[in-house]
Structure formats: structure tokens, C-alpha cells
């Protein structure tokens, strides 16, 4: 095929780009100190916070991934991605928990729940699922602009290329840099999701000709007989909610908000509307079944972009071009988000705390951005060494599932120990490991119940219940027979979290209110002495009850728009 890049998309191409690393850059004016590198400053309101949480979750990666999927297995391939969905309603009252922290990094948290070692171990954790991510998109993205290109660019170079441009200006603006391009960049985001699906179902005859040309009627079900069962839905939903909270980039993402308001409707809203986008991936994965027979191997993972490369150039000049923008500017708003979110974990939580404190801000922000190169660079050897999105993409659900059971039982548990937290994410990564292994799937498929059993192999599913029963079940035992935590120190971590945050509120030290600041009075849902579970506000109902209705809209109108055209 010849290459679908004409001098008119590399002009609009080429425009995006400086302009976009531009922008970025100029942002670093405003960095003055760590507080303004790794949390923005906290002086973004509700649109903002939207589009970043907007940017900083969505990539062109996950409409490859969702693609990929939904080309192997249907319609059910839109919970590779919608395995959030019903964490969604979750992420309402989640943002105010991690405002009132009033802290850099989730590394912060665990350094005052748990104590120094464990805010360490979290470090090492948080740098690897983030590294991994970045990996799994840039390996994602690269497969596209690789297909849309017809190969002129190389999938190689196109990871280099991607690379050096979201460093660039992450690397010198920090978070304010990411969320200033991601509003940018989350609305050309939004409009990859779905230029390209109108021309492909002009393609392939619409919805009628999809159900023509596809003759398997559970292509078209969200519930698959196969790989992505009711129990795999469920199974990776639920690991989804106990790891995003272990998600380095997701302090920011709640917590660069003016208000705890601000980072309640930033993520909430955020992310459901990326939940809108997966749906043009899914349909468009589906238009793939029919225009490209037996894709097999990486070459499944090229199916967004060859629809691209094959139906814009026929539309109009420059589509190809805007479209390839569109996607870099996917993939930068999430990898620019998270890899300050890693160098803030390195930054404050390992350098600052354990090597060299008492230095002055300037210092940590010149780590900051050095530990920035060092984590992308661990990123692009991952990407070369996974072979599909969607194997990737496996291998960081389970890592960021890893420290799960140490955060939730020490947000709602006063008697959770930091023994109890270290063996919890031991014994849940040993689970995850040896479920992994080859041995352990010959064994699973010769001696475990067939149900359990996928390809020859321990189905994903049973391996994440396995890992989080695990994890959760160590650290209630262990912290029941291990030295608590003293009860000053967590009385000053609960006051925090049920203070609201003022307006105009200084920047102090990670759970550390105002001079003369009250705290909150406790109302429990349990009155009991060592829980700490409390009674939600109005609005946190409110705002809950009506994301829940969204969820099932959606869920709704997928079902119904599957049989359109049957």
C-alpha cells in the first residue's frame, strides 16, 4: 500500500506539533516549586480538571487495543476499556479523599498511613505500572501511525518520535504543562474517536451490512460465550475500582482542582466521557472484522490504522494528517501526565525522603525532570519487548492492582499495619507471578475445572480474584498480630480526610491543616472505635446516584444500537 501521508497532512501535522511543544513549554513559566511542577499550582478549574482527567485516561492506544479485541471477539471487546465504566460513579467521591490528603503523590498517603518503607515500596510499584503504561502506549500508537503511513514510518521511530515530543514540554512544565495541552488535546482527542467512523460504516453498508457480513450473533452481544464472560466482566471491573486509586497520576488528577468540587466533576466527567469515545472504537473494530479478513498476530493491533490510511485520503486532503495529530495528541496527554506523576513519586517519596532532604525547591524540581528522562526511557524498553496492546495493557490492570488492598483497608481501618500492608502486596504480586507462569497454566489446564480454562490457559480473570483475595485476606490477618499504627499519628491522618479544603487554602505539608482550621466533626456509617467509614454529604449522594444512571444509559444504549440494522 502506498503511504497515505501527503505534503498537505504533513504541513497540518507538522503545525500541531510546534504548536502543541510551544504551548508546553511556555507553561514552565509558571513552575516556581514542587508544588507547581508535580500539582499544577492547584489553580485549574471544572473544564480543566475535565479535559485532563480526559486526556490523562484517554490515548489512541485504547482505541487500538479496544479495536484489536473487538476484531477477535465482538462487541464484548469494549470492556477492555470499559472495565471502568462502573468505577466511574466511584470517582465522585474518590476526588474529595485525595483533595483532602493535601498531599504531592499517593506516595505521600502511604508515607502517613504506613510509614517511610512502605511509602517506598509504593514508589517502586507506581514507577513500574506507569513506566509499563507509557510503554504499552507508545507500542499502541506506533502500530497506527506505522499503518497509517503504509509503513514510511517505522514503527520504531514513531516511539522515538512521540517520545522526544511529550518530554520535551512535560519535562519543562510539569503538570502545568500537561494539563494546559491536555484541554488542547482532549478535544482532538475526541475528534480521533470518531472522524474516522462515519467512512467506515460507509464502507461496509452501515449497521445492515455489518449484521450482513457478519454471521456470529454473538459478535454483537456485550456478554460473549467465550474469553469475555459475565465473571471476566465482572472480575476486571472490580480490579479496575481497587487499582486506580493506586494509580500515581490519579493524586493530580483529583487534586490540581481550586475546589474538592473541581476534581469531582474533573474526573467523574472526564472520564465518562471517555467512556462515549469507546464506542466509536468498538464500532469501528466491528467495521474491521468486515473490511479485512483472518488478521492474525500484531497484525490485529494495525486494524485502526489501516481503515485510516485506506478511507480519509479518499474523503479529503490533510485528513490523514489531522487524523495522526490527533492521535499524538492522545497518546501525549496521557504518557505527559504520567510520567510527571512517576518523577513525583521518585522525586518526593525516594530522593527527597531517603537521600537528600532539606534542599531547596529548585533542587527537587531539576531531580524532577531528570527522573522524567529516566522513566520514558524504561518505558520505550517495555514497548519493544510486548508483543500485542492488549497483552500489555493485562500487565498493568494487575500491577496497579498490587497495593490496592493496602490503600482501601487503611483508608477505612485504623488497625491496618504496615506489616499487613507490606505482606498484602508481597503475597498478591507472588500470586500474580506464579498464575503467570507457564507451569502453572499446563497445570491449571490438566487439572483446574474447564471453567477456569481459556486457550490452554488460567483464564486473566480467575488469576485477578486469585492475587486480590490474596492481597486483601494477608494484610486484614497480618495487621490483626503486628504493631499498629500510633493512634496521634492516625488521628491527624482522619482529621485530614474529613476536613474540607478552603478556598484559597496555602500549600502545607501532606496531611497538615491551616493554622486555627477545625477539623470536621465524624459521622460513621459504623460507630465503632477502629472504623473510620463516614456518612456521605448531599452532594457525594447526589453526584453518585447520578453517574450510576449514566452507566446504565449507556450500557442501554450500546445493547439497543447493536441490533440497529439486524
Known sequence: ???????????????????????????????????????????????????????????????????????????????????????????????PIFRRMRALTTGDYFDFRYGPATAGLYTLVGVLQLSVFIGVMLLGSSAVIEAVSGGQIDRVWGIFGITVLFVIYGVAGGLN????????????????????????????????????????????????????????????????????????????????????????????????????????????????????????????????????????????????????????????????????????????????????PDREESHYVTVGRIASVFIVAGSILFAFKTKTTPEGLETFLKLQAMMGAAFWVGLFWRRATPAGAWAGTLVAFAIMVITGQDFFHTLAAEHFPKFMIWDEKFRVSFQMLFYLIGGFGTCIVVSFFTQPVPKERLDRFYNCLRTPVESEEPHLAPFTLPEGTEPGKPRKVIDKPNWELYVPSRRDILGFAGFWACVFIMIWFVRQMAQWGA
Open 177 to 356: 504543562a500537561a494539563i494546559v495541552t491536555d484541554f488542547i488535546q482532549g478535544i482532538l482527542t475526541v475528534l480521533f474517536s470518531f472522524m474516522l467512523l462515519p467512512f467506515a460504516l460507509k464502507a461496509v453498508g452501515g449497521f445492515a451490512g455489518l449484521h450482513a457480513s457478519i454471521e456470529q450473533e454473538s459478535m454483537f452481544s456485550l456478554v460473549a460465550p467465550g474469553e469475555i464472560n459475565l465473571f471476566h466482566i465482572i472480575i476486571f471491573s472490580f480490579n479496575a475500582l481497587i487499582g486506580i486509586v493506586t494509580q500515581p497520576h490519579i493524586m493530580g488528577v483529583c487534586g490540581a482542582g481550586k475546589t474538592e468540587l473541581d476534581g469531582s466533576v474533573g474526573i467523574a466527567g472526564g472520564n465518562l466521557l471517555k467512556r462515549v469515545c469507546t464506542v466509536a472504537w468498538v464500532l469501528t473494530g466491528l467495521c474491521g472484522v468486515v473490511l479485512y479478513k483472518n488478521l492474525t498476530g500484531t497484525d490485529v493491533d494495525q486494524v485502526y490504522g489501516k481503515m485510516a490510511a485506506e478511507l480519509l485520503p479518499q474523503i479529503l486532503p490533510g485528513l490523514v494528517g489531522i487524523f495522526i495529530a490527533a492521535l499524538l495528541a492522545s497518546i501525549m496527554s496521557s504518557c505527559d501526565a504520567f510520567m510527571v506523576a512517576s518523577s513525583g513519586l521518585f522525586t518526593e517519596n525516594f530522593y527527597k525522603r531517603f537521600l537528600v
Open 1 to 95: 500500500m502506498e503511504s497515505g501521508i501527503s505534503s498537505v497532512d504533513w504541513f497540518a501535522l507538522t503545525l500541531y506539533l510546534l504548536g502543541i511543544t510551544v504551548i508546553g513549554v511556555w507553561t514552565a513559566r509558571k513552575v516556581k516549586d514542587s508544588a507547581d511542577f508535580f500539582m499544577g499550582g492547584r489553580r485549574f478549574g471544572k473544564a480543566f480538571m475535565v479535559f485532563f482527567a480526559f486526556g490523562a485516561g484517554t490515548n489512541g492506544n485504547q482505541a487500538v487495543t479496544v479495536a484489536s479485541k473487538t476484531y477477535t471477539n465482538g462487541l464484548s471487546g469494549i470492556w477492555y476499556q470499559w472495565l471502568w465504566l462502573f468505577a466511574t460513579p466511584f470517582y465522585w467521591v474518590i476526588a
